[in-house]
């Protein structure tokens, strides 16, 4: 028993817990997210309160063993957070909704997830999981919080705070959406809001916006900092379980096992926007005006200029959206070699594809020949990372009406998703 | 921030062993008997050896007892029941 435990074969669980303990339901974006991000604190109180994990994304292809298949990867990672809830002497519940790498799959009808898709589309998958979901999965998303919450009567809720991953942020936005249309789900219970780890850690400017968005739409928080540092091997122990995922990686963010923080709700926010509490902030562009005011200029433009240095994430639904914005324009898409798949992919009598080779350089002489190319109303996305090289290269075109913006979520947010 | 790995990692890191979680949790020094061993579910019993799923190189080759203790664990099984299966030798 002894190597077996310390080989990780297995856990020893406590036998019985008290009947008497109080039902807190802690939802949770994927399966591992909960005991990243209270871990210790449902470790620490797990003798006073029954815990039910609820996993929303539970329908997933994510693991770190080749050759699952999404059956297989699913039941996995159940069996993982069930697994890590009996050592809390609690449950596991799994929502069933579907992880997003797995739902930009499905946007390719006959496509299967497999290495030579991930190859062809890796770029575009990983931006999509920094896009903002559409209102069709958002509402989705708040249907089954609402049956989840109707279903499960626990006295208290947890709720996270949303990840800068379009999962979370829906969980979150999916969370407060449904208490705000069904009050009485909400009704008698403590809400809490847990921060996410490792977010917190790697994105704190997101995190803070997000407890920002909540606090203006009326929220009422009280900060509780749950000082975990003495249980922190059990932590560690609970985040071991779900051996499938790159934990070891994502563990080795700073204070991941010193601290955990929750806020407990005392007022609910009063204004949920429709394209989500927390995605809606989070999204907003700093300047909206110049969005508007270059969308307005040249909305009868007969040709527009699109350069994609990085994948969008999402073009069908941005091709979709310049298409309204310009209703009489075909699209002259310059894309990256690196991430042209996902412009090839989506068949469209409006665009015509250039392919630009990878590299600064190739962009630079991109940059060049634009210069003394027929002039036309150009947006330029580079992503975040690459937004102020775009900005500079952009200031070549003196002739062009020129908007560069880091995500295509900005342009979204002013026409609605 | 947490992202899919990049595609080089995937494909050329041994993946079965890459972006383990390692802890330090020593065993007990008293076992409470009434205490339930589950087993972790990533092991499949390929004759004497405990693999990986899709991994067919054994993680360890288990000693008869071990093999013994494994096959209980199919279960949620008790300390003591473990204990009068295999005997004190089982600790």
């Not at chain 1, 497999?114 to 979901?133: K, L, N």
């Not at chain 1, 379980?241 to 007022?267: C, F, K, M």
């Not at chain 1, 020949?369 to 975040?384: H, N, Q, S, V, W």
């Amino acid at each position: 028993m002894s190597k077996f435990l310390g080989a990780e074969y297995c856990e020893l669980v406590e036998a019985s817990f008290s009947a008497a303990r109080r039902r807190v339901l802690v939802i949770e974006p994927h399966a591992d997210d909960a005991v990243l991000s209270v871990g210790g604190t449902m470790w620490l109180r797990r003798h006073e309160c029954a815990f039910v994990v609820a996993t929303v994304a539970s329908r997933s292809n994510w693991s770190r063993f080749r050759g699952l298949d999404v059956a297989a990867t699913t039941e996995l990672r159940r069996r993982e957070s069930e697994l890590a809830a009996r050592m809390l002497g609690g449950e596991h519940i799994c929502v069933g909704m579907t992880e997003a790498a797995l739902r930009f799959q499905q946007r390719y009808p006959g496509s299967e997830w497999t290495d030579e898709f991930y190859r062809r589309h890796g770029s575009a998958i990983q931006a999509s999981i920094v896009r903002v979901a559409d209102d069709a999965e958002r509402a989705r998303w708040i249907e089954a919080m609402v049956q989840l919450l109707d279903k499960e009567r626990a006295a208290e809720v947890w709720i996270p705070l949303g990840g800068l991953h379009v999962d979370h942020m829906l969980t979150a936005d999916a969370c407060f959406a449904a208490i705000a249309t069904q009050p009485s789900l909400g009704h008698g219970r403590v809400l809490r809001v847990y921060q996410e780890q490792p977010y917190a850690a790697s994105n704190p400017r997101h995190m803070d916006a997000a407890r920002t968005a909540l606090i203006e739409a009326g929220a009422v928080l009280e900060e509780e900092r749950i000082a975990i540092a003495s249980v922190r091997e059990y932590k560690r122990r609970l985040v071991s379980v779900y051996d499938s995922q790159n934990l070891g990686e994502i563990y080795a963010v700073p204070g991941i096992d010193q601290t955990e923080l929750i806020w407990r709700v005392h007022e609910l926010p009063r204004r949920i926007d429709s394209s989500g509490l927390v995605s809606q902030a989070v999204t907003r562009p700093p300047a909206p005006h110049a969005i508007d005011s270059w969308l307005a200029r040249n909305r009868d433009a007969p040709r527009v200029r699109v350069l994609l240095s990085a994948a969008t994430g999402h073009w069908a639904r941005d091709l979709k959206l310049l298409g309204t914005a310009f209703p009489r324009a075909r699209f002259e898409v310059h894309v990256s070699a690196a991430v042209a798949a996902e412009v090839a992919d989506v068949a469209s009598d409006r665009v015509d594809m250039r392919t630009v080779a990878v590299g600064k350089l190739a962009w630079v002489l991109k940059a060049l020949r634009l210069c003394i190319a027929r002039p036309a109303p150009t947006l330029f996305y580079a992503g975040e990372r690459r937004e102020r090289e775009a900005r500079l290269l952009s200031r070549l075109w003196l002739a062009n009406d020129v908007l560069v913006i880091p995500t295509m979520d900005h342009l979204a947010a002013r026409y609605g998703t | 921030m947490r992202t899919i790995p990049a595609l080089a990692e995937i494909t050329t890191r041994p993946r079965h062993l890459s972006f383990r979680l390692a802890t330090a949790l020593p065993p007990p020094v008293a076992w409470p008997a009434d205490s339930l061993l589950l087993p972790r579910p990533h092991y499949e019993l390929h004759g004497d050896a405990l693999c990986y799923p899709e991994v067919h190189q054994p993680l360890r080759q288990l000693t008869a007892s071990e093999s013994e203790l494994w096959s209980l664990l199919r279960q949620p099984v008790s300390v003591a029941a473990v204990r009068e299966w295999i005997g004190a030798v089982a600790d």
